[in-house]
Protein backbone atom coordinates (compact mmCIF):
# COMPACT_ATOMS: atom_id res chain seq x y z
CA UNK A 1 0.00 0.00 0.00
CA UNK A 2 1.38 3.30 -1.01
CA UNK A 3 0.10 5.21 1.77
CA UNK A 4 0.10 8.94 2.30
CA UNK A 5 -1.46 9.32 5.51
CA UNK A 6 2.08 10.80 7.28
CA UNK A 7 4.43 12.76 6.93
CA UNK A 8 6.92 9.58 5.95
CA UNK A 9 4.43 8.06 3.63
CA UNK A 10 3.91 11.63 1.45
CA UNK A 11 7.68 11.66 1.81
CA UNK A 12 8.33 8.03 0.40
CA UNK A 13 5.39 9.12 -2.41
CA UNK A 14 7.26 12.10 -3.33
CA UNK A 15 10.19 10.22 -4.26
CA UNK A 16 8.41 7.34 -5.55
CA UNK A 17 6.45 9.51 -8.21
CA UNK A 18 9.88 11.69 -9.12
CA UNK A 19 12.15 8.75 -9.33
CA UNK A 20 9.58 6.54 -11.76
CA UNK A 21 9.37 9.77 -13.80
CA UNK A 22 12.94 10.50 -13.68
CA UNK A 23 13.56 6.83 -15.43
CA UNK A 24 10.75 6.64 -17.55
CA UNK A 25 11.87 10.03 -19.07
CA UNK A 26 15.31 8.23 -19.94
CA UNK A 27 13.19 5.86 -22.42
CA UNK A 28 14.71 2.06 -22.94
CA UNK A 29 15.00 -0.44 -25.63
CA UNK A 30 11.54 0.01 -27.08
CA UNK A 31 10.60 3.97 -26.48
CA UNK A 32 13.08 7.31 -26.64
CA UNK A 33 13.96 9.48 -24.05
CA UNK A 34 11.32 11.86 -23.62
CA UNK A 35 10.26 14.60 -21.19
CA UNK A 36 7.27 13.06 -18.94
CA UNK A 37 5.75 15.70 -16.64
CA UNK A 38 2.55 14.98 -13.58
CA UNK A 39 0.46 16.49 -17.32
CA UNK A 40 1.93 12.87 -19.12
CA UNK A 41 2.91 10.80 -16.38
CA UNK A 42 -0.44 8.39 -16.91
CA UNK A 43 0.63 8.18 -20.79
CA UNK A 44 4.00 7.55 -20.21
CA UNK A 45 3.41 4.62 -18.19
CA UNK A 46 1.02 3.06 -20.22
CA UNK A 47 3.54 3.01 -23.17
CA UNK A 48 6.04 1.52 -20.94
CA UNK A 49 4.05 -1.07 -19.63
CA UNK A 50 2.92 -2.11 -22.96
CA UNK A 51 6.36 -1.76 -24.98
CA UNK A 52 9.06 -2.79 -22.55
CA UNK A 53 6.29 -5.38 -19.85
CA UNK A 54 3.88 -6.73 -21.79
CA UNK A 55 1.47 -5.14 -19.69
CA UNK A 56 -1.59 -3.43 -19.04
CA UNK A 57 -3.86 -1.65 -16.52
CA UNK A 58 -6.70 -4.13 -15.98
CA UNK A 59 -8.85 -1.81 -13.41
CA UNK A 60 -8.34 1.53 -11.67
CA UNK A 61 -10.87 0.56 -8.42
CA UNK A 62 -11.91 2.83 -5.85
CA UNK A 63 -13.73 2.77 -2.26
CA UNK A 64 -12.06 3.99 0.75
CA UNK A 65 -8.95 4.31 -1.30
CA UNK A 66 -7.85 3.09 -4.33
CA UNK A 67 -6.53 0.38 -5.87
CA UNK A 68 -4.30 -0.08 -9.46
CA UNK A 69 -4.33 -3.52 -10.84
CA UNK A 70 -2.01 -4.78 -14.18
CA UNK A 71 -1.64 -7.79 -15.95
CA UNK A 72 1.00 -8.87 -18.50
CA UNK A 73 -0.75 -9.80 -21.81
CA UNK A 74 0.07 -13.26 -21.92
CA UNK A 75 -1.36 -13.55 -18.66
CA UNK A 76 1.80 -14.79 -16.62
CA UNK A 77 1.73 -11.78 -14.22
CA UNK A 78 -1.43 -9.54 -12.43
CA UNK A 79 -0.06 -6.78 -9.41
CA UNK A 80 -2.40 -5.13 -7.36
CA UNK A 81 -1.33 -2.02 -5.55
CA UNK A 82 -3.29 -0.45 -3.23
CA UNK A 83 -3.42 3.39 -2.56
CA UNK A 84 -4.07 6.49 -1.71
CA UNK A 85 -3.47 8.41 -5.03
CA UNK A 86 -3.57 6.73 -8.22
CA UNK A 87 -0.60 7.87 -9.66
CA UNK A 88 1.00 6.44 -7.21
CA UNK A 89 -0.53 2.91 -7.42
CA UNK A 90 0.46 3.30 -10.87
CA UNK A 91 4.20 4.37 -10.12
CA UNK A 92 4.58 1.26 -7.65
CA UNK A 93 3.62 -0.96 -10.22
CA UNK A 94 5.61 0.49 -13.07
CA UNK A 95 8.77 0.76 -10.17
CA UNK A 96 8.28 -3.06 -9.60
CA UNK A 97 8.36 -4.48 -12.97
CA UNK A 98 11.61 -2.02 -13.95
CA UNK A 99 13.78 -3.19 -10.53
CA UNK A 100 12.55 -6.95 -11.67
CA UNK A 101 11.09 -7.41 -8.09
CA UNK A 102 8.03 -9.44 -9.53
CA UNK A 103 8.07 -12.76 -11.59
CA UNK A 104 6.35 -14.13 -14.17
CA UNK A 105 4.28 -17.22 -13.70
CA UNK A 106 6.12 -19.18 -16.06
CA UNK A 107 9.53 -18.73 -14.46
Known sequence: ????????GRAAARELMA??????????EELAARSVTSEN???EVVYSLNWDYGAHIMSIDNDQWSAVAVEKYDGTLRLR???????HGVAAIWQALADGLVE???K
Open 19 to 28: DVIERLSRGS
Open 1 to 8: MVCTCGDD
Open 104 to 106: DDD
Open 81 to 87: VECDFVE
Open 41 to 43: FLT
